[in-house]
């Protein structure tokens, strides 16, 4: 009769404890990520199309099993001097509203999924030297993601991203341009 009481006693301690600890996962919180990403513009390919880093921050809330976030997308700028007399560079950068679905939420490995709508500043500059001939755009799009990841969570407060994400542009300046980026991240609740 002891032993039962005491492993009674022994499981409700530990249900009291894994129920706080499930609580503080949601809150307030910040993520880093960066990765690498790759444009796909099609009136303007060659070596635009490169692999390029990028960085981005994050403030969001997490309840449960979903996140919602504003997030800052930076993309290294891709120069194309491979031609002496022609020069070519394209800057892109977003801000974004994002929600995640955490499917197995509270779990050691959470895979999730996340779409998003935002604006994305993007710049084309085209010089040709030879001609002294100047051509380029700049314009902001309105811009939507999918993607989808998995998460480790080290602590009941840190968690480990590693995700993908498809950013389409919406036809900036009738180029038709999108985007994929493979990232890792950190984020951490408050």
């Known amino acids: 009769m002891k032993k039962l009481l005491l492993t009674t006693s022994l499981i409700a301690v530990f249900a009291a404890f894994a129920g706080k600890a499930n609580a503080e996962c949601d809150g307030i919180y910040a993520a880093l990520r960066g990765g690498v990403v790759q444009h796909d513009i ?28 504003l997030e800052y997308v930076w993309r290294k700028s891709i120069k194309d001097d491979s031609l002496a007399y022609h020069k070519r560079d394209l800057k892109t950068y977003s801000y974004m509203f994002n929600v995640y679905y955490d499917i197995l939420p509270y779990n050691w490995w959470t895979p999730y999924v996340g779409g998003g709508l935002g604006a994305t500043k993007v710049k084309y500059d085209s010089l040709d030297t030879a001609a002294d001939f100047r051509y380029g755009w700049d314009t902001t799009k309105f811009t939507w993601s999918l993607g989808g990841g998995l998460s480790l969570k080290v602590t009941n407060r840190f968690n480990v991203d590693l995700g993908y994400r498809y950013y389409d542009f919406n036809n900036p300046h009738n180029s038709d341009a999108s985007a994929q980026e493979v990232y890792g991240g950190i984020r951490y609740v408050f």
């Open 42 to 69: 099609k009136k303007i390919q060659g070596d635009l199309d490169k692999n390029r880093l990028m960085l981005s921050g994050a403030l969001g809330y997490r309840y449960e099993y979903l996140r919602a976030e």
